[in-house]
């Protein structure tokens, strides 16, 4: 019975985060009407400067083990991929430091990860030259989308350390996205599926209000 009673409280409360954050979307919580660029501004508008790190997730923190984890890239490519965390940790390695922009508001400077830049996996899978988007899926369901444009940028990492130690798992270990240029949503934690696309399939934030893109210094936080 308790373990139900659990699993009741932890929808209720994901019912709670959704309701107030499409709330914010109703709303334009946090808009300033203000646009600037990263050459001219390092904090995009609205945004605050903090130097902890925030947790933000969907009421759901999948335990996945080290054993059990699963990268896919699939959908419009001539070479899909199924990597174990052993295989993707085998590939060439590569670090990137980078600020992230959270569309709750706050910003972090100078991020270091670690992990295998998104051009590199790319090039193994072979996109197919119809695929212009990718859905990606994380273990707690949740989703998000991208332009093929702006997932294949260098400075993206599939990431499975921060600060030279391992993703914890309230960050999105054993291993998340990191696309900085973009809010925080567009990084999904505790990624297992990329999907190429022909046509555009918004995911879980974009359908309830939140910008398809997602650029900070646009401001580019509700659609």
């Not at 904090?43 to 984890?69: C, N």
């Not at 599939?158 to 900085?180: D, K, M, N």
């Not at 567009?186 to 999907?195: D, N």
């Not at 022909?198 to 910008?211: I, K, L, M, S, T």
Request: aromatic share 10%.
């Amino acid at each position: 019975m308790a373990d139900d009673e659990d699993v009741t409280l932890t929808g209720k409360l994901r019912e709670k985060l959704v309701e107030a954050k499409q709330g914010w979307a109703r709303d334009g919580r946090l808009l300033t009407g203000t646009t600037s660029t990263p050459e001219a501004d390092r904090l995009p508008p609205g945004q605050r400067l903090v130097k902890d790190f925030p947790v933000l997730d969907l009421g759901v923190q999948p335990d996945v083990s080290r054993e059990k984890y699963r990268l896919r890239i699939e959908g419009l490519v001539a070479a899909p991929l199924r990597l174990t965390l052993d295989e993707f940790l085998g590939l060439p390695q590569a670090s990137r430091t980078n600020d992230i922009h959270c569309v709750t508001q706050w910003s972090r400077y100078a991020n270091r990860w670690d992990g295998v830049p998104v051009p590199d996996l790319l090039a193994l899978a072979r996109p197919k030259e119809e695929a212009r988007f990718v859905a990606l899926t994380s273990y707690d369901g949740y989703t998000t989308n991208l332009a093929i444009e702006d997932f294949a940028r260098p400075e993206n990492l599939f990431a499975h350390s921060w600060e030279g130690a391992p993703l914890e798992r309230q960050h999105g270990g054993p291993l998340r996205l990191v696309v900085p240029h973009l809010y925080f949503w567009k990084s999904p934690k505790w990624l297992t599926r990329v999907e190429l696309l022909r046509d555009d399939r918004p995911g879980f934030w974009e359908v309830r209000g939140y910008h398809n893109r997602g650029d900070p210094w646009m401001e580019e936080r509700y659609g």
